[in-house]
């Protein structure tokens, strides 16, 4: 089976390509955004006529939360039209489509963890612009597999953990933020859940449609800088902080916990 993997260089990215020697039943092609820009839509096509590939896993994506907030156009681009374009292409070329998006497609007004069923209402513009690429899939594809994650970490790009284990090290003192909960997701563990779609015996087994996949454990970002620390075993001052204290441009949800039974019972 051959899989196309978009946005290679991106921590999912990163973490496909480390355990793609396991799967050795599979045939992958990682492109990074310079080797495929999923905005062109005349590169998706020639890959896709080159490769006719089984499955796309679009790890491609604008994630940078806050600049999204003032830089619309781009976010909608990458996340919106693009997968748009990757769509049509998997239509075409009778791929399956295997999409990663967000808990930021929620306002996080609910206390109990978000199933897929539950009403979307994102909160900025990376939000809106990942819902907006979710229901671009829908229009075009029948056969699509959308895993919204949450609080994704690894040891590649920019991440809580990293930025942490850095502010830790350099300052010895740290404020995080005690009223957001969330579940976080290391990377390794969403790529692992994305090649079980692929690796699924009978794709039949698998019903198309929306996901949420995330870490175990509900805890808030102080907490989880807590639980860094700790396991680093280095001794830095973390201090909790109410939302309001450390404004952003873009608004968080406050509870944003995937609820991720569909998940568990179907795998
Ligand atoms: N990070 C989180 O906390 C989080 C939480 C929930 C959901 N998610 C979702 O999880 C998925 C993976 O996130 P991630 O953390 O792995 O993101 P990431 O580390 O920011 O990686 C995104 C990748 O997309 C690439 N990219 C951007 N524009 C592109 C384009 N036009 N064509 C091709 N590639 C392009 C980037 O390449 P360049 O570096 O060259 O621009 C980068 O390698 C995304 O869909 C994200 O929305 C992430």
């Given at each position: 089976m051959k899989v196309l993997v978009t946005g290679a260089n991106g921590q999912l990215g990163q973490c496909l390509q480390e355990l793609a020697?396991?799967?050795?039943n599979l045939e992958f092609t990682f492109c990074s955004s310079h080797e495929l820009d999923i905005t062109q839509q005349s590169q998706i096509e020639d890959k896709f006529s080159e490769l006719r590939p089984d499955f796309c896993i679009?790890?491609?994506?604008?994630?940078?939360v806050d600049k999204a907030e003032s830089e619309s156009d781009r976010a909608f681009l990458i996340n919106e039209t693009a997968v748009g374009y990757l769509a049509l292409a998997c239509k075409k070329y009778n791929t399956s489509l295997i999409h990663v998006s967000t808990d930021?497609?929620?306002?996080?007004?609910?206390?109990t963890p978000y199933q897929e069923t539950d009403a979307v209402n994102p909160l900025g513009v990376y939000g809106q612009s990942k819902l907006a690429g979710e229901q671009r899939i829908q229009e075009i594809l029948e056969s699509f597999y959308i895993v919204r994650t949450s609080w994704v970490y690894s040891d590649y790009g920019h991440n809580f953990k990293k930025t942490m284990l850095r502010l830790g090290k350099e300052r010895g003192a740290v404020s995080v933020v005690n009223d957001q909960r969330g579940c976080p997701t290391h990377a390794i563990d969403l790529a692992q859940a994305l090649l079980a779609i692929v690796n699924a015996k009978n794709h039949k087994a698998v019903p198309y449609g929306i996901y949420h996949f995330c870490g175990n454990n509900e805890m808030t970002w102080y907490s989880f800088a807590i639980q860094i620390f700790e396991e680093a075993e280095l001794k830095v001052a973390v201090t909790p902080i109410p939302t309001s204290d450390f404004p952003t441009p873009a608004k968080r949800p406050a509870y944003s916990v995937l609820d991720r039974s569909k998940w568990d019972q179907t795998f």
């Open positions: 020697p396991q799967f050795q679009n790890a491609a994506a604008y994630t940078a930021f497609v929620f306002d996080g007004t609910k206390n």
